[in-house]
């Protein structure tokens, strides 16, 4: 099959081979296994894409990259065999994968495309992603459908794309890029995963009886009464870079204790939060909401109860609650702080929580209404995944402004060196035209250093969108 695309000047055909069935090499358990409580909630029930650019290796000439994916990922089944069955819901709305052993699908593909091509500064929105990542008619379900789809789409130049997706109730960012890992040790001719996953999703299940003790209010039902996001087919798509003379201007603008204590990530998001809140022009009484992702493992979070190898979701959705008004009228602090505050709140008790509440309220999804979402994903490690080609010129998440619900109020954000080799973050972000006109003036008021610091007051420094998506 092939299709002929286009964005811009770019314009590439893709020919596929039909989709087939890759099961694990060798027998495995027929068994099934429930998903935890933190699993298979509402807002985790649909597919998560990711995306691998590779270059040619003059080494590796006549090694086809399809070939030796393929191979390896039906020796890692063998380790993580859960991800060959179907999943399959309970009484209660409850999930768990029936370990069948079906396998997962794959997809080899070749594309007239070179990998300069798609330009020096590679990142999402990419050209013919649909393509690139053939959604199989019937493959997408919550229920009944391949848990993993991989396509290997190699390339005029010698190079090759990877595009991976795998359903989120099975594993969030952290555990597919473990799941990659395996199929990338098992690629370069280990005999074994490095790190041996872990199922044990009863550490997260809920407490008999369910007993929440936070008041949880990513998860509040709040009825959409002011339309603040205009209709999807009327968004504007631009990709922000936010390097180190950017977000020391942000910092700047904080109160000198604030300034001391805050985290890069709750600097930026709340600055992003603030100004998309201006951008948007809510009423001043309006509910603003601000989740931050907030990954359990390898913390004082996690410590003692999410073991290493485990790759379930182990993450919280912390929420900050403002008034429109408020987050508009006060100084940036105002938003940074409650960001910190947010996230602060996340312990092993809260994550016990939520698992108590997603069975005591019927795994409600979060609330989308009024809500921007930002996920940290600038230490993933999705660009050191090795195949035995090097490291990708490009590795994360395929689709950087959410998908599914989140579409249009979430931004993914990527570690990459802009077009000046400066290494800094890229923050993608989705609007209606009108106010994307005004994110980029109120960001730009941001970018002024502050001058109670000892620093003089610069220009707005080249933060403007890295490129826009067409």
Same mark, same amino acid.
């Given at each position: 099959?092939?299709?002929?695309?286009?964005?811009?000047? +770019? %314009?590439?055909?893709?020919? *596929? $081979?039909? #989709? =087939?069935?890759?099961?694990?090499? @060798?027998?495995?358990?027929? !068994?099934?296994?429930?998903?935890?409580?933190?699993?298979?909630?509402?807002?985790?029930?649909?597919?998560?894409?990711?995306?691998?650019?590779?270059?040619?290796?003059?080494?590796?000439?006549?090694?086809?990259?399809?070939?030796?994916?393929?191979?390896?990922?039906?020796?890692?089944?063998?380790?993580?065999?859960?991800?060959?069955?179907? +999943? %399959?819901?309970?009484?209660? *709305? $409850?999930? #768990? =994968?029936?370990?069948?052993?079906? @396998?997962?699908?794959?997809? !080899?593909?070749?594309?007239?495309?070179?990998?300069?091509?798609?330009?020096?500064?590679?990142?999402?929105?990419?050209?013919?992603?649909?393509?690139?990542?053939?959604?199989?008619?019937?493959?997408?379900?919550?229920?009944?459908?391949?848990?993993?789809?991989?396509?290997?789409?190699?390339?005029?130049?010698?190079?090759?794309?990877?595009?991976? %997706?795998?359903?989120?109730?099975?594993?969030? #960012?952290?555990?597919?890029?473990?799941?990659?890992?395996?199929?990338?040790?098992?690629?370069?001719?280990?005999?074994?995963?490095?790190?041996?996953?872990?199922?044990?999703?009863?550490?997260?299940?809920?407490?008999?009886?369910?007993?929440?003790?936070?008041?949880?209010?990513?998860?509040?039902?709040?009825?959409?009464?002011?339309?603040?996001?205009?209709?999807?087919?009327?968004?504007?798509?631009?990709?922000?870079?936010?390097?180190?003379?950017?977000?020391?201007?942000?910092?700047?603008?904080?109160?000198?204790?604030?300034?001391?204590?805050?985290?890069?990530?709750?600097?930026?998001?709340?600055?992003?939060?603030?100004?998309?809140?201006?951008?948007?022009?809510?009423?001043?009484?309006?509910?603003?909401?601000?989740?931050?992702?907030?990954?359990?493992?390898?913390?004082?979070?996690?410590?003692?109860?999410?073991?290493?190898?485990?790759?379930?979701?182990?993450?919280?959705?912390?929420?900050?609650?403002?008034?429109?008004?408020?987050?508009?009228?006060?100084?940036?602090?105002?938003?940074?702080?409650?960001?910190?505050?947010?996230?602060?709140?996340?312990?092993?008790?809260?994550?016990?929580?939520?698992?108590?509440?997603?069975?005591?309220?019927?795994?409600?999804?979060?609330?989308?209404?009024?809500?921007?979402?930002?996920?940290?994903?600038?230490?993933?490690?999705?660009?050191?995944?090795?195949?035995?080609?090097?490291?990708?010129?490009?590795?994360?998440?395929?689709?950087?402004?959410?998908?599914?619900?989140?579409?249009?109020?979430?931004?993914?954000?990527?570690?990459?060196?802009?077009?000046?080799?400066?290494?800094?973050?890229?923050?993608?972000?989705?609007?209606?035209?009108?106010?994307?006109?005004?994110?980029?003036?109120?960001?730009?008021?941001?970018?002024?250093?502050?001058?109670?610091?000892?620093?003089?007051?610069?220009?707005?420094?080249?933060?403007?969108?890295?490129?826009?998506?067409?």
């Amino acid at each position: 099959m092939q299709m002929a695309c286009s964005r811009a000047a +770019l %314009r590439f055909i893709v020919r *596929r $081979k039909p #989709a =087939v069935l890759v099961p694990p090499a @060798g027998p495995t358990p027929r !068994e099934v296994k429930k998903l935890s409580d933190i699993d298979d909630q509402d807002g985790l029930r649909y597919h998560i894409p990711a995306i691998q650019f590779y270059r040619s290796s003059a080494a590796l000439r006549g090694r086809e990259p399809a070939t030796v994916i393929r191979s390896a990922v039906a020796r890692v089944l063998i380790h993580y065999y859960p991800l060959a069955g179907r +999943l %399959r819901e309970l009484e209660g *709305r $409850k999930l #768990a =994968v029936d370990c069948t052993g079906e @396998g997962v699908l794959f997809i !080899e593909a070749d594309a007239d495309v070179r990998l300069d091509h798609f330009g020096d500064d590679l990142q999402p929105p990419f050209p013919c992603l649909e393509e690139l990542l053939f959604d199989v008619p019937g493959s997408s379900a919550v229920l009944d459908s391949p848990l993993l789809l991989f396509q290997v789409t190699r390339l005029a130049c010698g190079g090759f794309i990877l595009a991976v %997706r795998m359903h989120h109730a099975m594993a969030d #960012a952290q555990g597919l890029l473990q799941f990659l890992a395996a199929v990338a040790d098992l690629a370069r001719g280990a005999a074994a995963p490095s790190v041996q996953p872990v199922w044990e999703r009863e550490l997260l299940e809920a407490r008999d009886p369910p007993r929440p003790c936070f008041a949880h209010r990513e998860y509040d039902e709040v009825p959409n009464t002011v339309d603040t996001i205009a209709p999807l087919d009327d968004m504007a798509h631009r990709s922000f870079f936010f390097g180190p003379s950017e977000l020391a201007a942000m910092r700047s603008h904080l109160a000198p204790d604030l300034r001391k204590r805050a985290t890069t990530f709750e600097v930026l998001t709340g600055c992003l939060w603030k100004c998309r809140t201006v951008a948007l022009a809510p009423n001043a009484h309006e509910e603003m909401r601000m989740i931050c992702v907030v990954n359990a493992r390898g913390s004082k979070i996690g410590a003692g109860i999410i073991p290493d190898g485990y790759y379930g979701n182990a993450f919280a959705f912390p929420v900050a609650v403002a008034a429109a008004g408020d987050l508009c009228a006060n100084p940036v602090s105002y938003a940074v702080d409650l960001v910190k505050k947010a996230k602060g709140e996340v312990n092993v008790e809260y994550m016990r929580s939520v698992a108590d509440l997603m069975v005591q309220r019927g795994r409600p999804h979060f609330t989308v209404v009024r809500t921007y979402l930002v996920s940290d994903l600038t230490k993933a490690g999705f660009g050191d995944l090795d195949f035995g080609w090097g490291k990708s010129v490009y590795g994360g998440l395929a689709k950087v402004y959410g998908v599914g619900a989140l579409t249009g109020v979430c931004s993914f954000l990527v570690r990459i060196k802009n077009a000046k080799g400066e290494d800094g973050t890229m923050v993608p972000m989705c609007l209606p035209g009108p106010a994307m006109e005004r994110f980029v003036e109120e960001m730009g008021k941001l970018m002024l250093l502050a001058t109670d610091v000892g620093v003089p007051a610069r220009q707005q420094p080249d933060m403007c969108a890295v490129k826009s998506a067409l």
